[in-house]
């Protein structure tokens, strides 16, 4: 019976991949004022994606995903994506995308104040077929971390 316990416990951890966020600050070098702040998570499986959260003192929040392993496939200007946080009911955001590969989340206040409490972000995205790829349209791209995004307080963004 203990062993039975111990290969499902082994197996659930295997497939739970975290990768942390990672961050980094731009300072004035001369006044080590902090000007701006980043933020990433990679998920390490596919389909591959990764969010960027950066805190800018002069504009605020800028939320962006990408995916480097296939076209995201994003009717502008009414592109949307669903995000779940944790265990709460998927949300709808408005997104701009920029590149084939990547997006800009609309609504970043709303996003960013639910990553803070979050341990787990979902994203769906349709992605177009790409050749030497098993996967193609609907899919979640997955974001575990062990702490909820921390943000740096600016004079713009945060408060």
Known sequence: MKKQIATVAALLLCGAAIAD??????????????YSTFAAIEN?????????????KE??????????????????????????F??????????????????????TDEFVHLARKARRIRVQANFMPKEGLSW???????????QPLVVQPLVKGLK
């Open 44 to 56: 390490p499986t596919q389909p591959f994606g990764k969010i960027n959260v950066i805190n800018r």
């Open 59 to 84: 504009s605020g929040f800028e939320v962006s995903i990408t995916n480097d392993a296939s076209t995201i496939d994003c009717p502008s200007p009414s592109c949307r994506i669903l995000v779940r």
């Open 136 to 146: 193609s349209g609907e899919q979640v791209m997955e974001f575990k971390a062990t």
């Open 21 to 34: 966020w990672k961050y980094q600050i731009d300072k004035n070098l001369m006044t080590d004022e902090v």
């Open 86 to 107: 944790d265990d709460n009911a998927p949300i709808w955001f408005q997104v701009k995308p920029a590149l084939s590969i990547f997006f800009y989340i609309i609504n």
